[in-house]
């Protein structure tokens, strides 16, 4: 089957993302900045191979999001996802610029807040990532806080992570979310996790035991009317994970590294997240893609449950 091509705007679905689409079966959106901005080649090619496969092992299929030349690729062939895990100097994308890089051609990888957009757009509700952006610590000086908070307010598309980036200030992050009216659910947990942690210190306000109930509290909100996104914070699994107070040690560090050296904007967190993965000697980043892997297997059994 051949790719599918919007004539309107520059959008692009995968052959296989354009026959699921056809024959209504269950789609997960995945974002592209942890292939571009999170690893090296060809291990982030490994990785992304990987988490789409566990998408289509649970029944679903999935879409990986970028923009390339100008194009909105809504799924990626083989090929592409292999071109774009070797691509330098690649846009950051969210909100703010997802249009810009499709206007001037350029290449882009998604970040949490542009994958939301580029998913509802294509019709796909449930969506993979690695952990979300939100209120950056020292917020109160540097007002650092991530537009996927605001996403996730106004985009009605459920994000599975393993809760915000623990680089960042989680209970702030939180407060925000509550403000904005974002249902936080953990998954099968009463402890809230903290991306390489299996807790935050925190207790969860909401949490589900299984994908056929976080669906049906979709399918209650849909018939409410009520409109934005979902959090699902699912934590990393116990066999992976580094405790919280040990990566509170590397955070530290890193958060005074990033000082230091006077890092800023859309700099800080991949500055912060290769200080880690330095900083354990790499168990970071091996946390990482497991808890991505986790995260895409149950995006996908939410997908089918709600497809069902």
């Not at 690695?130 to 985009?155: K, M, N, P, Q």
Request: glycine residues 8%; charged residues 20%; aromatic residues 4%.
């Amino acid at each position: 089957m051949t790719r599918s091509i919007s004539p309107l705007l520059p959008i692009s679905y995968s052959s296989e993302v354009s026959a699921a689409k056809q024959r209504g079966a269950p789609i997960v959106a995945l974002e592209s900045t942890i292939i571009t901005h999170g690893m090296p080649y060809p291990g982030n090619l490994q990785m992304a191979r990987s988490v789409e496969d566990i998408v289509r092992q649970q029944g679903a299929v999935p879409a990986t999001i970028a923009v390339i030349k100008g194009v909105l690729h809504i799924g990626l062939e083989p090929a592409e996802l292999e071109a774009l895990a070797q691509m330098e100097h690649v846009m950051k994308l969210s909100r703010a610029d997802l249009a810009f890089a499709i206007a001037e051609r350029r290449n882009g990888a998604t970040t949490v807040a542009a994958t939301m957009i580029a998913a509802y757009r294509a019709g796909i509700h449930v969506f993979a990532t690695g952990g979300i952006g939100g209120v950056h610590r020292g917020a109160e000086e540097s007002f650092d806080i991530s537009a996927d908070l605001e996403e996730l307010a106004r985009t009605a598309v459920i994000v599975v992570s393993a809760g915000p980036k623990a680089i960042l200030d989680i209970p702030k992050t939180l407060e925000v979310l509550e403000t904005r009216g974002v249902p936080v659910v953990t998954y099968d947990s009463e402890d809230f996790p903290a991306f390489w942690s299996r807790s935050s210190g925190l207790k969860s306000v909401l949490n589900l035991p299984s994908p056929a109930a976080i669906a049906n509290f979709q399918k209650m909100r849909d018939q409410l009317g009520i409109d934005g996104g979902m959090l699902i914070a699912n934590p990393v699994p116990e066999a992976d994970e580094i405790p919280r107070e040990e990566m509170e040690i590397y955070i530290s560090r890193a958060l005074a590294n990033a000082e230091r050296d006077e890092i800023a904007g859309k700099a800080v967190t991949p500055y912060l997240l290769d200080n880690i993965f330095h900083l354990t000697g790499g168990r970071s980043l091996k946390t990482n893609i497991a808890l991505v892997e986790n995260n895409a297997r149950l995006a996908a059994e939410i997908a089918v449950a709600m497809n069902g």
